[in-house]
Nanobody, 124 residues
Framework: VQLVESGGALVQAGGSLRLSCAAS????????IGWFRQAPGKEREAVSY????????YYADSVKGRFTISRDNAKNSVYLQMNSLKAEDTAVYYC??????????????????WGQGTLVTVSS
């Protein structure tokens, strides 16, 4: 049972990236998947979450309108499309599995399985 992120890269400000989170050993549609990020010297913060049963999506205010979370059940993967990237989006991005209630989707302790992370660097 694991999650593997990919897609991180160095990109210029204003550019786009799509991160992937591939699940193995379980079916993604039975769980929610969250994306978190951690910049150097900062605490980990929640970016987005997609609920397993309903597909309801949640976004942090800092990325709303720029990032889109999606899920492909056939590929057992969740994606984070990131557009209009800014230097402050630079971080290691992690996907995580959990079933938080709506008000707790930002709480990292509500997630029990984490990927290893993928680095996104946005140059200004």
């Amino acid at each position: 049972v694991q999650l593997v992120e990919s897609g991180g890269a160095l990109v210029q400000a204003g550019g786009s990236l799509r991160l992937s989170c591939a699940a193995s050993g379980f079916h993604l549609d039975s769980y929610g998947i969250g994306w978190f990020r951690q910049a150097p010297g900062k605490e980990r913060e929640a970016v987005s979450y997609i609920r397993g049963s309903s597909g309801t999506r949640y976004y942090a205010d800092s990325v709303k309108g720029r990032f889109t979370i999606s899920r492909d059940n056939a590929k057992n993967s969740v994606y984070l499309q990131m557009n209009s990237l800014k230097a402050e989006d630079t971080a290691v991005y992690y996907c995580a599995r959990g079933r938080p209630i709506s008000s707790a989707w930002r709480t990292s302790s509500m997630y029990g399985l984490w990927g290893q992370g993928t680095l996104v660097t946005v140059s200004s």
